[in-house]
């Protein structure tokens, strides 16, 4: 099956510089990758998510890129601020007709004011 | 829209015991998935339903089961509970069964077994 790593498991920035959350997969199959927040005590929200015909994505200050040949993909967080503070999940799904996202261990990023 | 709920939040149970969550979709939601959430495991999923049937499993023993009614509100039950079944539930709901589609999260059960 799929098996998705994550790194780093922690991370802490000054607010204002970027973030950078690294992920790799292992099933080429995988199309579909999802990054997920979830801060204390939340539930899991989709924040950003990214199609395997696609190199990379953006959203305001936040943005992905995928690497198909490497199997990789990341986060990137730029003008960080306090409330980005929280633990982020990439996630790879690759089923046809399924939803279910395989998720990397998380990141627990501290953004300090 | 109201969201994904989830009942109970909170659950103590020993072991040897069962349990059964409850999972609400969004109106108009039609795929139901489960996901283990652990501190040592991360977020692992466990099953889907659409339509009532289960269309994909997890790699979880067969202590875990589950079910889907035709109002797509869904249940999953855990036998003979363990102290390593100790985890937050979560559900998410999606509108149709097919990558891409984002999936919404439940606050998540969490349970405790003693």
């Known amino acids: 099956g799929e098996n998705v790593e994550q790194h780093p498991s922690t991370l802490s920035v000054q607010e204002g510089d970027s973030a950078v959350i690294k992920c790799t997969y292992s099933?080429?199959?995988?199309?579909?990758f999802p990054w997920y927040k979830q801060e204390l005590g939340k539930r899991p929200q989709l924040i950003i998510d990214i199609r395997s015909n696609v190199g990379e994505k953006k959203d305001q200050r936040i943005a992905v890129t995928l690497n198909k040949t490497a199997k990789h993909f990341s986060l990137h967080i730029t003008e960080t601020q306090p409330e980005d503070s929280a633990v982020y999940f990439c996630?790879?799904?690759?089923?046809?007709?399924?939803?279910?996202?395989?998720f990397g261990t998380g990141t627990r990023l501290t953004v300090i004011p | 829209k109201a969201g994904v709920t989830q009942t109970p939040r909170y659950l103590i149970k020993t072991r040897g015991q069962q349990v059964t969550l409850s999972c609400s979709p969004i109106s108009g939601h039609r795929s139901v998935s489960w996901y283990q959430q652990t501190p040592g495991q991360g977020l692992q999923f466990l099953f889907e339903y659409f339509s009532e049937t289960q269309r994909n499993k997890g790699n979880f023993p067969g202590r875990f089961s589950g079910r889907q009614f035709s109002n797509s509100r869904s249940e999953m039950n855990v036998s003979t509970l363990e102290l390593g079944d100790s985890a937050l539930y979560l559900c998410?709901?999606?509108?149709?069964?097919?990558?891409?589609?984002?999936?919404?999260f439940g606050p998540g059960t969490r349970l405790t077994v003693l």
């Open positions: 099933d080429s199959a995988s199309n579909y």
């Open positions: 998410a709901s999606s509108l149709r069964l097919a990558a891409y589609n984002e999936q919404f």
């Open positions: 996630a790879a799904s690759h089923a046809r007709g399924a939803n279910n996202l395989f």
